[in-house]
C-alpha cells in the first residue's frame, strides 16, 4: 500500500471526494479528501466484509474525521503474538495509520510478556504501552483493582466522541467474559478462541483400526465423551496401531516444560474438564475451575480446609492424569516443549489426537501440503468437544474460551488513550473483522461467523464454523471473576505443575503447595486492602472431611476413576451443532 500511496496523483482525492458526494474542495479539507482515497484502495485488502463497499468508506470515513485532533501521534500498543495479531500488526496497523495520520505502532511479544508489562504498569503507575490486548482472564483482577478503565462508562463519558456509533455491541459474541459483577463491561473483546478435542477423522474412520480398537476394549472408536475413552485411544494408537502412513504415531500430545505456559495448561479450566470445581455457566459458584471458593464476591479459600478445591481429589486425579498421559502415549520430546513449540506438533501427521488442543492453531493446521490436509484442501483432522473426567457433572463448563480484550488504564494519557481506543474500534469494526476472522481464525462477530463466505470455507476447518455457529459454544468460557490477581497468582501454577512433572514432588504434593501459595496471596491481598471492591476474605481452615460433606465442591474420592469408555460418531456429533444452529 505505501508504494501505491507514493504513486497517487493529486486529482485522484478530488474524485474520490466527488464519488462520494462531498461537494468541492472547499467543503472538505484537501487531508481527508486524500485520506479518503487512501481508505479507498485499502476496500480490496478488507475484503470480504458484510458491509458493502460503500458502508465500509462511510466507517472509515468516520474514523478519519474522529481522528483528525490526534494526527500525527506516535501510538503504541502490544499484544500476544498469535495468527489474529500477525496480521493486526503486519496489515492493519499499517491501515490505520495511513488512513487516520495517526503513528500506531502494534508491538507482538509473548502472552507471559504481556502479563509482566500489565503487572509492572499497574505496580508503577506508569504508562509502558497505550493499550493491551490482554485476556479477559484478567476481569476479576482489573475490577478490583479499579486501575481499568470500564468501557461502559468511558464510552459515554470522556471516550463518547470517539466512540464510533456502528461498533454495535450486540453483534460481539464475547462481552460476558469482560463484564464484571458490577455490570461494566471493562474490555472490548478482540480476537477469541477455544480449547477442544482434536483427532485424526480419517484414522478414526478406517475399518480394520475400529474393528482393531472394538475387539481389544469392547466399544467402538469414536470422539471420546470421558477421559476413560480418551485414555483407551491414547494407549490404542500407541501401543496397538502401530505404524500409520509410514510414521511412527502416539495416541496423545502435549507440553511440559517449566515456562508459564505450563499454568495455562492447568487454569484454563483443566481442573473444570476433570469435574473439581461446581455447576454453574459461565464459571462455577462458589467454587470455579482454579478451585478457588468465593462467597458474595470475596475469594474465600483454595486449600479443601477453606473450601476451595485446588488440592481436592479431582484436581490431584487431573495432574495425575495429565502427566500419566504425558509420559506413557506423547512424543518423547513433548515434555521438554512449551505451548508455541508443541502447537504445530499434531500438523506433522503423527498424532492421532489432543485433549486440549487451541482453535487458534487452526489456521496453520488448515495449510494445503501439509500431512494432515487432503491432497483437494480439505482436513484429515477435526475438531469436537473435549471429553470430561469421572468428576465432572452436567451443568458444569465443559472447556475454555480465549478472549483477547482491548484494555486501557485509568492512569494514561487521555489524549493518548483516545487513539489508541480508536484503533481497538478499527480493528474489531465491521470493516475489517470478517477479512481478520477469515486470516486468524478467531471469530469475535456473530455476523461473521454467519456470513456465507464462512459457509463456503467450512468444509476446510474441521468443524470450527459449526462449533462457532452452536450454541454449545458458550459452554465454553474464560476464566471469572473468582481469581483476584491473575498475574500473581498464575505464575504459582507453572512451577508447582513443573515440580510433579519432573517427580520432585507428587501430584498431592505439588496440588497441597500451590492451595497453600495461592492463599498466602490472596492473605496478604486482604491484609494490605489494596483491593477496591470484592477483595479476598479468606474461611477459617476446618478439617477437609467437614467440606467434603457440603453440597458441590470441593468434592470427595469417587470409588471408580476410570469408569467404563464412552465414544460417540463424529458425524452425529456434528449434526447435532448444526441441528440447534
Known amino acids: 500500500m505505501k508504494q501505491q500511496k507514493s504513486a497517487m496523483r493529486p486529482w485522484t482525492a478530488l474524485a474520490v471526494a466527488a464519488a462520494l458526494g462531498v461537494g468541492g474542495m472547499g467543503s472538505v479539507h484537501a487531508a481527508t479528501a486524500e485520506q479518503m482515497a487512501v481508505a479507498e484502495q485499502y476496500l480490496d485488502e478488507f475484503q470480504p466484509s458484510t458491509l458493502t463497499r460503500e458502508e465500509q468508506l462511510e466507517q ?13 501521534m506516535d501510538i503504541s500498543v502490544v499484544s500476544e503474538t498469535i495468527t489474529t495479531h500477525e496480521y493486526e500488526a503486519s496489515v492493519l496497523a499499517e491501515a490505520f495509520s495511513e488512513i487516520t495520520g495517526i503513528n500506531l505502532t502494534h508491538n507482538l511479544i509473548g502472552e507471559g510478556d504481556v502479563i509482566e508489562a500489565l503487572q509492572t504498569e499497574m505496580q508503577s503507575g506508569e504508562s509502558i504501552y497505550d493499550g493491551y490486548v490482554n485476556d479477559a482472564d484478567l476481569i476479576g483482577t482489573h475490577y478490583r483493582y479499579g486501575q481499568v478503565i470500564p468501557l461502559s462508562d468511558y464510552m459515554e463519558g470522556e471516550g463518547a466522541e470517539v466512540t464510533s456509533p456502528y461498533l454495535d455491541l450486540d453483534d460481539f459474541i464475547g462481552l460476558d467474559a469482560v463484564t464484571a459483577p458490577d455490570g461494566k463491561m471493562y474490555q472490548l473483546p478482540d480476537q477469541q478462541f477455544a480449547n477442544v478435542y482434536w483427532f485424526r477423522y480419517d484414522w478414526f474412520q478406517r475399518e480394520d483400526l475400529q474393528a482393531q480398537f472394538e475387539d481389544i476394549y469392547g466399544y467402538e472408536l469414536g470422539v471420546p465423551t470421558n477421559w476413560s475413552a480418551y485414555e483407551d485411544i491414547a494407549e490404542f494408537f500407541t501401543e496397538h496401531a502401530g505404524e500409520l502412513d509410514g510414521r511412527e504415531v502416539y495416541g496423545h500430545m502435549d507440553y511440559g516444560k517449566k515456562d508459564p505456559s505450563l499454568g495455562w495448561r492447568f487454569t484454563d479450566a483443566w481442573l473444570s474438564m476433570a469435574g473439581a470445581g461446581d455447576k454453574g455457566l459461565p464459571n462455577g459458584l462458589p467454587v470455579d475451575e482454579w478451585g478457588i471458593r468465593v462467597e458474595d464476591c470475596h475469594p474465600a479459600g483454595s ?3 477453606r473450601g476451595g478445591a485446588v488440592n481436592g481429589p479431582a484436581a490431584v486425579y487431573a495432574l495425575t492424569k495429565y502427566i500419566d498421559w504425558l509420559d506413557a502415549y506423547a512424543p518423547p520430546e513433548a515434555s521438554g516443549m512449551t505451548f508455541s513449540e508443541a502447537g504445530p506438533v499434531p500438523a506433522q ?4 489426537q489432543q485433549i486440549f488442543w487451541y482453535t487458534a492453531f487452526t489456521a496453520s493446521m488448515a495449510q494445503e501440503g501439509t500431512p494432515v490436509v487432503n491432497d483437494d484442501g480439505t482436513p484429515k483432522w477435526r475438531m469436537a468437544p473435549s471429553p470430561s473426567g469421572p468428576y465432572w457433572e452436567e451443568g458444569m463448563k465443559v472447556g475454555y474460551q480465549d478472549i483477547g480484550s482491548w484494555t486501557f488504564f485509568e492512569h494514561a494519557d487521555p489524549e493518548r488513550r483516545k487513539a489508541a ?8 469494526s465491521k470493516v475489517v473483522s470478517l477479512k481478520k476472522f477469515h486470516e486468524g481464525l478467531t471469530p469475535i462477530r456473530q455476523s461473521d461467523i454467519m456470513h456465507e463466505s464462512m459457509t463456503e470455507r467450512a468444509p476446510r476447518l474441521g468443524g470450527l464454523v459449526e462449533f462457532y455457529r452452536s450454541p454449545d459454544r458458550e459452554m465454553w468460557t474464560d476464566t471469572g471473576t473468582n481469581v483476584p490477581d491473575y498475574p500473581r497468582l498464575a505464575q504459582l501454577w507453572w512451577s508447582n505443575v513443573a515440580a510433579a512433572v519432573t517427580g520432585e514432588v507428587t501430584p498431592q504434593q ?9 492463599d498466602r496471596v490472596m492473605e496478604r ?3 494490605a486492602g489494596v483491593q477496591e471492591r470484592c477483595g479476598p476474605r479468606l474461611n477459617e481452615e476446618r478439617d477437609a472431611e467437614y467440606w467434603f460433606n457440603q453440597p458441590g465442591a470441593p468434592k470427595p474420592p469417587v470409588d471408580n476413576e476410570k469408569p467404563q469408555g464412552q465414544t460417540v460418531p463424529y458425524d452425529e456429533l456434528v449434526a447435532s451443532w448444526r441441528e440447534s444452529m
Do not use: K
Open 60 to 72: 472509515l470515513e468516520w474514523f478519519i474525521d474522529a481522528a483528525e485532533p490526534f494526527r500525527g
Open 303 to 305: 486449600d479443601v480446609t
Open 349 to 352: 501427521g503423527q498424532i492421532a
Open 421 to 428: 481506543w480508536l484503533y481497538a474500534q478499527f480493528v474489531t
Open 510 to 518: 505439588a496440588m497441597d503447595n500451590l492451595a497453600e501459595e495461592q
Open 525 to 527: 491481598l486482604e491484609r
